[in-house]
């Protein structure tokens, strides 16, 4: 399995826009299928982007197509997501994911990723 730690959550107004981190380690991070996900207090977890293995291809949900663009690089074994535009129903807790091996592209639900990060809090005020 990989390990995940994501970063750069916090609290923002309504408009502003915010960076999410994830540092992989533990194997080969350009074998695996990027994503991430959201938790809004209680709701189910929901599929936020994807990233193909070179970074070449994405995927998005369409609550955040054209708002949160999803990025990685491979020589820093981190994926990103560029969180533009954040409105109030964008706060939840953010995980980042890898896909599990084998994986055909695209992949968007929960059971398609293996591994996970602890999360990182964002909130959006209006």
């Known amino acids: 399995q990989v390990q995940l730690v994501e970063s750069g959550g916090g609290l923002v107004q309504a408009g502003g826009s915010l960076r999410l981190s994830c540092a992989a380690s533990?194997?080969?991070?350009?074998?695996?299928?990027m994503g991430w996900f959201r938790q809004a207090p209680g709701k189910e977890r929901e599929f936020v982007a994807a990233?193909?293995?070179?970074?070449?291809?994405?995927y998005y949900a369409d609550s955040v197509k054209g708002r949160f663009p999803i990025s990685r690089d491979n020589a820093k074994n981190t994926v990103y997501l560029q969180m533009n535009s954040l409105k109030p129903e964008d706060t939840a807790v953010y995980y980042c994911?890898?896909?599990?091996?084998?994986?055909?592209?695209?992949?968007?639900?929960?059971?398609?990723?293996?591994?996970w990060g602890q999360g990182t809090q964002v909130t959006v005020s209006s």
């Open positions: 990233i193909s293995w070179s970074g070449g291809r994405t």
């Open positions: 533990g194997r080969t991070f350009n074998n695996y299928i």
């Open positions: 994911a890898a896909g599990r091996d084998g994986s055909r592209w695209p992949i968007n639900r929960l059971a398609d990723f293996g591994s």
